[in-house]
């Protein structure tokens, strides 16, 4: 969905504008404006660039906020489209960075390295600082990143303040208070999408913003590059976390699409289909009869079209759920893993 020009209340103090994005099947970051007595705080300031930047002036301009009286930027998760303007914001403006507190960017030498990796003995074999476009821990080819990116990428490491990085002033840790929009919301840490996942709940108005984490039409990717053994089981209590919440969640603001009234319904819909992929696994590493890698099991949960190193890292992450709960067997090879079903 291409991202509108249009402002629109909906909820109290709550505006939501919508900044274009070019990601595989996204057209759109939700940046919801919360204004107050001092201006407005925003959330997910999207991509990083001129580009981005000219486009969020001409939304709050549209809002009837001047750069400048943004006091806040709060960043849901970090991934690039939701994080990426935060630092341009805090240039213009002063404004407070707030993430939660294991929100870690991939390129800011201050900080470990948020590639989403493991930081686990298990996988000690892995560069400390794995660049995109290495080979993954499972094996295959890594991401194809233009030689472009990859000199952008050096030069936002080596030179940070040029490249506006973003770099929290506040940290948030689960359960903490926050005051936004005239009123106290609740901050939720929700790891599975990523590991620093943040969600914020108003038990006043009944609004919850779910950034990625629970999406109304399409699915949070879970990738096997997060700090944690099994991201999927994360998730999957990230998910029934937020569910207990959907008596008093009278509507839930997603970073994309529109916004849904039924936020437990949708959350176990969600973990109902990361439940169905399992059993496809079972049966694709069934069928294989012999240790499978990755990206061939990927092909059995996948469509043609959506094949790649995102299908690959979710089937990387289900794989390692399935190993978790005992009913497959990893085997180490020379470059990567292959899987087999226990017994």
Known sequence: MPASEEIVEVAPNVLRAQLPIDLTGLGHVNCYILEDERGCAIVDPGMPGPKTFKVLGERLTDAGYPMRRVHTVIVTHSHPDHYGGAGWVRRASGAEIVT???FRMMWDPSEPPDLDVEDVAELSHRPESRRPWDPPPWGGEGYPVPWQRRFGMGLVRRFPKLSRT?????RLVDAEVIRLARREWVSLHTPGHTDDHLCLFDPEAGVMLSGDHVLPTITPHIGGFVRDLDPLARFFES???????????????????????DLAGRAMAIKAHHIERLDVLRGAATDVGRPATVNELAQRLFSERAQGPMADSETFAHLEHLRWMGEV???GVDRGYRYVPVG
């Open 239 to 261: 998910l029934d976390k937020v569910a207990e919440y959907g008596p008093d969640v009278g509507i839930a603001l997603p970073a994309h699409g529109q916004t849904f009234d």
């Open 100 to 102: 939660h507190e294991r």
């Open 166 to 170: 973003t770099v929290p002033t506040r």
């Open 329 to 331: 067997e990893r085997i």
